[in-house]
């Protein structure tokens, strides 16, 4: 009945926010969703993400998902347009993609009459009361998959520690992605449903051999060794990148920005700064490469001697450490390493990553001598990343088991 309310209250003000962001195309897709492409013959488990970033934690599940239980179908919904996007161009093949329901009575009851989940599997965010409420009055198992609290999140919350106890409480399990994050979600929602079942963005397969060994023969004659690789790279990170790679007398620096329509912008930073720059797209001789292409990175860390990994040397929070680890590449990272913490302090205690200052020089000694032990440093990094694999098989038992007895873990 709370979550109901809640949903009749926020509702209004929910409607009016889109409607200012000229989003009613969207707005009525979600409204009126249409769900031809479902089978009537077939349970269904439903997946629930927010944006782009919960995507590569559900792609891991939903691979998994396919394999394990092809009798279920699955349906994949996003709430931001850029996820939804993305979800319809890599998972259309895996699941039914549609847009999230809106937060209102109507549009949440229509989405569970027409899919009947079997279960419902909610990743890492966009945890709502009234979605969460519709789900546990409908009688529908749910689980949060890849749970992450900050440690800014976690002081929040716990100050109103009624309310974070009120939004947990529909879960039947709580999975976290690590072993901080179930600490705190068991001071705020404490009981055995709160577990620590690993991080599915860390359980990937590394790029097939051809994949790397297609790519290495496509730039051949564009890079020369030492080779460092940055991933997903932001505004104002690429200028102390270049500015300590000028500090280097040899090798090849490739980009690879966040978002791939900066790719122009930073080649002309890279130009203003005195480097030869060539795109990805376009490749030529060149000491900076910006990769303006999607879903390269992880082969072009394969060809690292050392990694960089963005949204470290601005306040971002980070992303994926391990996918250079996973390829024996070791990793530097800025200090503002909120989102993977706990991955950045295993790597410092491993040897195999280390926090840099957001400063040229600080940045370019690190680079000469990780260069320098880039080997030892490589294997370092990938234990770390082993220590990590198996969180996929530890969702499909969890998973099996709620499916074998009809929602009991």
């Excluded at 259309?92 to 993609?97: C, D, G, I």
Aim: positive net charge; glycine residues 6%.
């Amino acid at each position: 009945m709370a979550y109901t309310l809640f949903s009749g209250l926020v509702c209004p003000f929910y409607f009016l926010a889109q409607l200012k962001k000229k989003r009613r195309v969207y707005l009525r897709k979600r409204w009126h969703p249409r769900f031809d492409d479902l089978s009537p013959k077939k349970e269904r488990i439903w997946i629930h993400t927010l944006s782009v970033g919960e995507l590569q934690a559900a792609g891991t599940l939903l691979k998994g998902l396919r394999k394990r239980f092809p009798q279920y179908e699955l349906v994949l919904t996003a709430t931001t347009t850029s996820g939804l996007k993305l979800a319809k161009e890599r998972f259309s093949n895996l699941a039914r993609v549609h847009p999230s329901p809106l937060h209102c009575p109507r549009s949440l009851k229509r989405y569970f009459s027409a899919i009947r989940p079997r279960l419902f599997i909610l990743v890492e965010t966009d945890v709502w009361p009234d979605l969460v409420g519709f789900a546990k009055a409908a009688g529908v198992p749910l689980i949060l998959a890849n749970g992450a609290i900050s440690e800014k999140a976690y002081r929040r919350l716990r100050r109103f520690r009624f309310l974070a106890r009120f939004l947990y409480r529909p879960f039947a399990v709580l999975a976290m992605a690590s072993e901080e994050d179930r600490i705190r979600m068991e001071a705020l929602s404490p009981g055995p449903r709160v577990l620590f079942l690993g991080n599915l963005k860390y359980d990937f397969p590394p790029p097939n051999k051809e994949e790397i060994e297609a790519l290495r023969q496509d730039l051949s004659a564009f890079v020369s060794p030492p080779v460092i690789v940055c991933g997903s790279t932001h505004a104002g990170e690429e200028e102390l990148i270049l500015k300590a790679f000028k500090r280097l007398p040899h090798g090849t620096l490739i980009l690879c920005p966040r978002h791939p329509e900066r790719a122009a912008e930073v080649k002309a930073l890279s130009e203003r700064l005195g480097f030869e720059t060539a795109l990805r797209s376009r490749p030529s001789p060149a000491r900076v490469l910006v990769v303006d292409t999607l879903g390269e990175l992880r082969a072009l860390y394969a060809l690292a001697e050392v990694a960089f990994v963005g949204g470290t040397l601005v306040p971002v929070g980070g992303h994926n450490l391990l996918e250079p680890a996973a390829l024996s590449v070791p990793v530097l990272f800025g200090p503002y390493v909120e989102s993977i913490a706990s991955v950045a302090r295993e790597l410092e205690a491993e040897g195999g990553g280390e926090k840099v200052k957001p400063d040229p020089e600080a940045l370019a000694m690190a680079m000469k001598r990780f260069l320098k032990e880039s080997r030892d440093r490589g294997e370092r990094a990938l234990k770390v990343f082993s220590r990590h694999r198996g969180a996929l098989e530890r969702y499909l038992n969890l998973i099996a088991n709620f499916l074998d007895k009809g929602g009991r873990a």
